[in-house]
C-alpha cells in the first residue's frame, strides 16, 4: 500500500515539475517581447544620456555627469550592443523568432 | 547683469554698501570670473567671507575649484557603485570633461546653491555677476535642464513599468528594487524647479540691469531683457550708470518704461576703495536714497 503511494507521490511530483517549467516557459515566452522592449528602451535611455560621448545630441553635461554613478547597467549594455550593431534585423528577428 | 564694462562690479558694490549702512546684513558675491571685487575694495578675496564692514562682507567664487570638485565627487560616487572594471578607465575621461562646455555656468549655479544655503540668516546676497553670455547661460540652466529631465522621466517610467510587468509575469521573487536612477531624476527635477522658482520670484530674487548711455550697451541691454522675458524672469531694477546728461538713446522710452530706474551720475573719479564708493554715496545721497526707496 505504501508502495502504491510513494509512486502516486514520485509521479504527482513529476508531473507537478514538468508543469512548473512549462509554466515558466510560457511565462518566458509571453514576455520575451516585452523583455526586449524594455532592454531597448534601457539602452535609448543609455544612449540620451550618454550621447554626448559619442557625438549624439545630449542633455546639459551636467546632467549626465550627475546620472552617471546609476548607469553602469546601461553602459554594459550599449557596449554589448557593439557585437550586435552591426546587424540589428536580424537580432530583432531571433527575439520574434521569425526563421 | 549688463554688457562687459557698464560698471556691474561698482554698481553693486555701491548697492551692497547702501544696503549694509542702512543696517542690513548684506554679502557681496563676485560670479564674474574678472573678479573686480578684489580691485574695488583693494583687498584679496577668496571664497571666505571677507568682512569689510560691520554689515558687509564680500566673497569670490572660483569656478575652476568648483568644476574639480564636482567632478571629483561625480568620480568618487561613480568607483563606489560601478564594479571594478567598468570604473577602470574613467580618469581618462574625467581629464577630458572638465573641458566640456556647459560646466563653466553649472559651477556658477553650484556655487549659488552653496551660497544661499550657507548665507540664508543675512537680510540680502548681491551677486555681480558675468557679463552677458555666462549669465544668461546661468539663468538658463534650470529651465533648459528640466525640459530634458521632463523627457528622461517619462522614458525611465515607461522602462520601469515593463521591467515590473516581466516580474510580475515571471513571479520572480525578489523584493522589488527601487530604482536609483528615477529617484535620482526626481531628486534632480526638485532642484531645479527650486532654482527655477527662485529666479522667476520677484520677492527672492531681483535682477537688476546695469548700462551706460551709449548706443552698444543699449542695443545689448534690449537683448537681455528679451532673454530673461523669454525665460520667464523680469527686470526689477535698471541701472543708469556712468549718466552726464538725461537720457537722449532711449528707443521713445518704450522698451524699458515699466521698469524702476536708478540713476548713478558720472564719477570724474575712479570708484577703488571702500573710501571713495562711501565718498560717492555720501556725495549723491539724497537722490539715491529718494530712488532706492522709490524702488
Do not use: C
Amino acid at each position: 500500500m505504501s508502495k502504491i503511494r510513494t509512486t502516486i507521490r514520485e509521479i504527482w511530483g513529476k508531473v507537478a515539475g514538468i508543469w512548473q517549467v512549462a509554466d515558466g516557459v510560457a511565462r518566458g515566452k509571453a514576455v520575451e517581447i516585452t523583455e526586449y522592449e524594455a532592454e531597448e528602451l534601457y539602452h535609448i535611455f543609455g544612449i540620451i544620456v550618454l550621447g554626448s560621448f559619442v557625438g549624439l545630441p545630449s542633455p546639459p553635461m551636467q546632467i549626465s555627469l550627475d546620472l552617471m554613478p546609476f548607469m553602469e547597467k546601461e553602459l554594459i549594455l550599449m557596449m554589448e550592443k557593439v557585437d550586435t550593431a552591426h546587424e540589428p534585423i536580424s537580432d530583432l528577428f531571433s527575439v520574434l523568432d521569425i526563421d | 547683469m549688463g554688457k562687459g564694462g557698464v560698471g556691474k562690479s561698482t554698481a553693486s558694490a555701491l548697492n551692497s554698501l547702501f544696503l549694509a549702512q542702512k543696517g542690513f546684513k548684506v554679502l557681496l558675491v563676485s560670479l564674474d570670473p574678472a573678479h573686480n571685487q578684489s580691485d574695488i575694495f583693494k583687498r584679496q578675496l577668496s571664497y571666505k567671507a571677507t568682512e569689510v564692514l560691520p554689515n558687509l562682507s564680500v566673497i569670490e567664487v572660483d569656478q575652476e575649484h568648483w568644476i574639480k570638485q564636482y567632478l571629483k565627487d561625480v568620480q568618487h560616487q561613480i568607483k563606489k557603485t560601478y564594479s571594478y572594471l567598468t570604473a577602470f578607465n574613467l580618469d581618462r575621461y574625467f581629464k577630458v570633461i572638465k573641458h566640456s562646455p556647459g560646466l563653466e555656468e553649472y559651477a556658477l549655479i553650484l556655487a549659488f546653491k552653496d551660497i544661499r544655503k550657507r548665507f540664508e540668516n543675512l537680510d540680502f546676497l548681491v551677486f555681480d555677476m558675468p557679463p552677458t553670455a555666462l549669465a544668461l547661460k546661468f539663468f538658463n540652466i534650470p529651465p533648459l535642464s528640466l525640459i530634458w529631465i521632463e523627457h528622461m522621466l517619462a522614458l525611465r517610467e515607461e522602462i520601469i513599468k515593463k521591467r515590473d510587468l516581466v516580474t510580475k509575469i515571471k513571479i520572480i521573487k525578489k523584493e522589488r528594487e527601487t530604482d536609483k536612477t528615477l529617484n535620482k531624476i526626481n531628486e534632480m527635477r526638485n532642484d531645479y524647479l527650486d532654482l527655477k522658482n527662485t529666479f522667476e520670484s520677484p520677492s527672492n530674487t531681483h535682477v537688476k540691469l546695469v548700462l551706460n548711455p551709449d548706443k552698444l550697451s543699449f542695443a545689448e541691454s534690449l537683448r537681455i531683457l528679451s532673454f530673461l522675458k523669454d525665460i520667464n524672469i523680469n527686470l526689477s531694477q535698471l541701472i543708469l550708470n556712468k549718466m552726464k546728461n538725461v537720457l537722449s538713446w532711449d528707443d521713445n522710452g518704450n522698451a524699458f518704461a515699466d521698469i524702476p530706474r536708478l540713476i548713478f551720475p558720472n564719477s570724474e573719479e575712479p570708484l577703488i576703495g571702500i573710501d571713495r564708493l562711501q565718498e560717492f554715496l555720501i556725495k549723491n545721497n539724497n537722490s539715491i536714497e529718494k530712488q532706492m526707496i522709490e524702488v
